[in-house]
Nanobody
């Protein structure tokens, strides 16, 4: 059974930090690129950060560059999102997404999301 399970969300004050984790099971995690998306109330889902399967490359939304860091540990089937200097506008549900080519099609999996609330 394929699963992506996010954790680490919560309530934090502006300027604070959180580390999100996403643990994968049921597929060959190391073959998949992984991304973090977020969705704020009343808004569409947006890409926050992404990392390639071998962690050779990362990219970030302009709004989080210099504050967020994505990383992965393929031995633990886990991807992380370190979030520093959090702002109220970072408040959203954060989702983990894994995408990889499994012939003859691309496979995409989503987690259930974890709530991040930045508020004083």
């Amino acid at each position: 059974q394929v699963q992506l399970v996010e954790s680490g969300g919560g309530l934090v004050q502006p300027g604070g930090s959180l580390r999100l984790s996403c643990v994968a099971s049921g597929f060959t995690f190391s073959n998949y690129a992984v991304s973090w998306y977020r969705q704020a109330p009343g808004k569409g889902r947006e890409l926050v950060a992404a990392i390639t399967s071998a962690a050779g490359s990362t990219n970030y939304a302009d709004s989080v560059k210099g504050r967020f860091t994505i990383s992965r540990d393929n031995a633990k089937n886990t991807v992380y999102l370190q979030m520093n200097s959090l702002k109220p506008e970072d408040t959203a549900v954060y989702y983990c997404n894994a995408e990889g080519w499994v012939a003859p099609a691309i496979r995409r999996y989503w987690g259930q999301g974890t709530q991040v609330t930045v508020s004083s």
